[in-house]
């Protein structure tokens, strides 16, 4: 809910329908798959609880992130537009999950032009992370893209009530991280320790704590302007 009230103002109304729709969602435990590559397409997946992600496998067993998942996201909201998933969706933490027929949000949309509003334009700014994760990438070294890619999950944790000061869950194995930001696990490790060493950061547990935000988004050359949160990127991060 408070995601989606990022991008619209939702009425009682709207709030009541997106409840309704999201009332029966799915545990999953760490790892799972949610569903898979080749699965059929049949309607939205909403993040209720946990950390998961979007994926893609090659034959080889190589593996490439695409996308993290957090609570109040979600994907496939065209998913009437295909007929079969063309990359996986994994629980990366217990999860819970709501799983909507995309007749059902349909039916919602229709009746609640916000919430659809809402929804699409969730949508770009997903479009909008997936840029920035080519940039990433592309474009920056090993320690700029982790540093790049800690800014960003602390904001969008912090926009639905997720983050304790400037320490928030980080349920990611260094391997997790190397296949998200395309770097070896050696490269990760160096990295890490590199960003504890200038006290950046602090991890312990799959706790994640900011040290100094002002440092590491200047490292990371960070602008939140893609990720469209208005005030709350600004927010509890000018320690």
């Known amino acids: 809910m408070r995601k989606l009230?990022?991008?619209?103002h939702l009425s009682g109304e709207d709030r009541s329908a997106l409840f309704r729709l999201i009332a029966n969602g799915r545990d999953y435990p760490a790892q799972a798959d949610i569903l898979r590559e080749g699965e059929p397409a049949d309607g939205i997946l909403i993040v209720l609880k946990g950390?998961?992600?979007r994926n893609q496998f090659r034959q080889t067993g190589a593996r490439q992130i695409t996308a993290y998942l957090v609570p109040g996201d979600h994907c496939h909201l065209e998913a009437d537009l295909v007929s079969r998933m063309d990359h996986t969706v994994s629980a990366l933490s217990a999860c819970r999950i709501a799983r909507i027929p995309a007749d059902a949000l349909r039916a919602a949309t229709r009746q609640h032009p916000t919430l659809r509003k809402a929804l699409r334009r969730s949508d770009r700014v997903d479009e909008a992370t997936l840029r920035e994760w080519i940039v990433n990438i592309g474009c920056r070294s090993a320690i700029e893209r982790i540093a790049h890619l800690f800014c960003e999950l602390h904001l969008r944790l912090s926009s639905v009530g997720l983050t304790?000061?400037?320490t928030c869950d980080l349920p990611l194995t260094q391997s997790e991280i190397a296949v998200t930001v395309g770097l070896s696990n050696v490269h990760v490790n160096r990295s890490l320790q590199a960003l504890r060493r200038q006290r950046l950061i602090a991890l312990s547990g799959k706790r994640l704590t900011i040290l100094d935000w002002t440092r590491l988004?200047?490292?990371a050359e960070f602008n939140?302007?893609?990720l469209n949160l208005g005030q709350i990127g600004q927010i509890g991060h000018d320690i």
């Open 5 to 8: 009230e990022c991008f619209a």
């Open 51 to 53: 950390f998961a992600c």
């Open 164 to 166: 304790t000061g400037m």
């Open 217 to 219: 988004t200047d490292l």
């Open 224 to 226: 939140p302007a893609y």
